[in-house]
């Protein structure tokens, strides 16, 4: 809800009302408060405005949250009344600049004075009006308010709620009062303007009689605007920053009293000599001293801890509104020092001008009020209003930095006049000038000591703040790692069983490779059990798949010892060795090195076969040589010896046509091994071809030896016969 949504103000939020009532707010409200809301023209409840969405949504009434001074407000006057005053101000100025240029004499004219005299007295009865109207809202916002506390007070209500509510009755009192006050000086103010116009229409300007019966309203405002304004401040709840602001308002009360003093104040003091009457000499020093009292009175409301920030635009507008006024007064009285006032010039309409400006001050009250509630109230209530709403708008930001500056410029400014203008006068004067800008030298240099004074003390508050918020942090990041622990564990243990499912799954299809992931918590047992029971039948079925493998090696190896049984080698020499297991690859390797010094051993025979077949021929041919010699060529000599020399040729021949059988042997048996490696070597690529369609089984053991076998063991028998004969041969006597 925005606080420009004055229709919704519709009751009092500030305590919980009697049991009997359901709101005594509204009881005895008069015309300005109907069914429990607050009363609108009907140009203004055609107003359009921006609903909230839930308002959008629901057609009932939301509850208001505005209560006490906030229900003063006026919807009217918050539409119309800044548009009436700047019109009013365009027009009068417009008017004014167009008499003097059709040739009106400011001060002499009867029309332009005239007219410029009832005009000012209409923007003064302008501001008039619009202070009267909020001070009669705020009269019975007061009434109704008392009421409420009478009736709190017979309902026995807590004490805090009966505080409460006679705080917002006070606060409404004392506003009441305060733009009464206010209302009584623009009063008095323009009554002694319209006094001013019965002298002014009558002779020239210059000429009015000073002092008069005017000036009785001018003197009387005074106090009203002074006590008024008093009323309206209230202690601020914040501490931050006092003494800089009073030091502000230093600033600005030191720049106006060294203006006043120099140019006004000073002169008039010297002409007091000159004064017609004892009367005139009074005025003169009242009238700046009173300027100077509401510069002071609006200083302290713009930069003393005496004013609210949430107030803002009030006091912005009401010391705009007395600046306004004590400067046009102030140039009145140096008109009438330098050569006299003349009635129909711009200054005219800084007169209403300020006047109406109190008057819109009046205005913006209640509404500062409804502003400074809602955000009390979105600032309790996190789910209506975020704290980000309440980041102060641009023309917030430029209001409070011009605030900041503006005693700077004001001081420096003030500096400049006073060394550049005042101090060419010479004597004391110049000794003045510089001791005033010193002050006010001085007065920014303690400012600023004291801005950086309050920075250091909020840094270190906003340390001091940052560490309880670190602490708040840690427990709350403790709070959320707790809850993030606990559900890290219930996804760990859901992970685990829909882990455990999956395995389960796939052990039961028949892959036992299959793992159960090592899981935290309390699955983890089951995890390793499980894993174990795996581990277990992984390892039955390794030792199923050796004892497969033993067994077809232990088959191999019995088909190779039969080949090297039958004269071939153990395995066929386009098959590399087996690499079977290692228990049995040493005798793999055993029956290869059999096979090689069984090969070598026939190489050695053979080759020795043949160095003695050689030497038997050697022999045969020395026997032949010896034979046909000389000595056995006559067949005198047929002797004994002779037939001795037949015998051992026929034996040598005997022998050596046994040895060349041998090697004849050895020749055949070595070609029958490699004719029976090929025929092996053909009939396993054949067994492997079948092997895709029947599944091997167990070689049966042969029951005889096959042909080439049995041949070998014949020549081998035949062999040793003939050896046999020969050694008997060798045995025997010569001379049988």
């Known amino acids: 809800m925005s606080y420009d949504e004055a229709p919704q103000f519709s009751g009092y939020m500030g305590g919980p009302a009697g049991p009997h009532l359901v709101n005594p707010m509204l009881q005895h409200a008069g015309p300005a408060v109907q069914n429990g809301q607050l009363y609108m023209p009907s140009d203004m409840q055609q107003m359009p405005h921006w609903p909230d969405s839930e308002q959008t949504k629901n057609t009932e009434p939301a509850p208001s949250i505005f209560h006490g001074e906030a229900l003063a407000r006026d919807p009217w006057a918050e539409r119309y009344g800044h548009w009436i005053v700047l019109a009013f101000s365009a027009a009068f100025s417009l008017f004014l600049v167009g008499m003097v240029l059709f040739g009106q004499v400011p001060g002499k004219s009867f029309s332009l004075k005239g007219i410029s005299d009832i005009v000012q007295f209409i923007g003064e009865t302008i501001g008039l009006l619009f202070c009267v109207r909020i001070a009669l809202r705020l009269y019975k916002v007061s009434n109704q308010l008392q009421r409420q506390l009478m009736q709190n007070k017979t309902a026995r209500l807590s004490p805090n709620e009966l505080a409460t509510v006679h705080n917002e009755a006070q606060a409404a009192r004392r506003a009441f009062m305060a733009w009464t006050l206010l209302a009584c000086g623009i009063a008095l103010y323009a009554s002694g303007q319209a006094i001013w116009t019965s002298y002014d229409i009558r002779m020239n300007s210059a000429d009015v009689p000073f002092p008069g019966i005017y000036d009785i309203g001018f003197v009387a405002s005074y106090p009203f605007f002074l006590v008024g304004t008093l009323f309206l401040t209230r202690r601020n709840k914040a501490s931050v920053g006092r003494v800089r602001l009073l030091l502000d308002a230093l600033a600005v009360i030191g720049t106006a009293l060294t203006l ?229 564990d219930k996804q760990i243990m859901e992970d685990g069983i829909s882990a455990l499912r999956d395995v389960h799954a796939r052990v039961a299809r028949g892959d036992i490779i299959a793992r159960a992931p090592t899981v935290a918590g309390p699955l983890l047992p089951i995890a390793i059990s499980l894993n174990l029971m795996l581990d277990r039948i992984s390892a039955l079925s390794q030792r199923g798949a050796k004892y497969d493998q033993l067994a077809q090696e232990c088959r191999a190896l019995q088909e190779g010892i039969d080949r090297l049984g039958q004269g071939l080698a153990p395995w066929p020499a386009n098959q590399p060795m087996p690499q079977g297991a290692t228990e049995l690859r040493s005798v793999y390797i055993g029956l290869s090195h059999i096979q090689r010094r069984q090969e070598n051993q026939w190489r050695r025979v053979g080759s020795a076969l043949e160095s003695l077949n050689n030497l038997t021929r050697r022999i045969q041919e020395a026997l032949n040589e010896i034979k046909g010699s000389h000595l056995f060529s006559k067949q005198t000599n047929a002797s004994f010896e002779r037939m001795v020399l037949d015998r051992v040729i026929r034996e040598v021949d005997l022998l050596h046509e046994q040895q060349r059988n041998i090697i004849t042997q050895l020749a055949s048996s070595h070609q029958q091994q490699q004719s029976a490696m090929a025929q092996a070597a053909t009939s396993n690529k054949r067994t492997s071809d079948m092997a895709h369609i029947i599944p091997p089984t167990l070689t049966p053991r042969p029951q005889s030896l096959p042909a080439p076998q049995q041949n070998v063991n014949a020549h081998q028998n035949s062999y040793n016969q003939r050896f046999y004969q020969s050694h008997h041969l060798e045995h025997m006597p010569l001379d049988e």
């Open 260 to 488: 006043s003093w120099f140019f006004l104040l000073s002169p008039l003091i010297a002409s007091l000599s000159q004064s017609p009457s004892a009367g005139a000499s009074v005025l003169s020093i009242y009238f700046p001293t009173g300027d100077l009292f509401l510069v002071a009175i609006g200083a302290l409301l713009m930069f003393s801890p005496l004013a609210n920030r949430s107030q803002q635009p009030v006091f912005m507008l009401l010391c705009m509104g007395l600046f306004f006024l004590a400067v046009t007064d102030s140039l009145l009285a140096f008109y009438n020092l330098s050569g006299g006032f003349n009635t129909g010039t711009l200054q005219d309409v800084l007169w209403p001008l300020s006047l109406s400006l109190i008057g819109l001050a009046a205005i913006e009250y209640p509404r500062s009020i409804a502003r400074e509630q809602e955000q009390e109230e979105g600032m309790k209530s996190a789910r209506m209003l975020s704290s980000s709403q309440f980041v102060p708008n641009r023309l917030t930001q430029i209001s409070m930095t011009a605030q900041t500056i503006a005693p700077f410029i004001l001081v420096l400014a003030t500096c400049a006049v006073l060394l550049t203008n005042v101090a060419r006068r010479g004597g004391t004067t110049l000794i003045e000038a510089d001791i005033v800008a010193l002050v006010l030298i001085l007065i920014v240099i303690a400012r600023q000591a004291m801005t950086l004074l309050e920075n250091n003390r909020l840094t270190m508050q906003m340390r001091g703040e940052l560490v309880i918020s670190r602490r708040e942090l840690q427990v709350t990041r403790r709070e959320a790692d707790e809850a993030t622990r606990s559900a890290q």
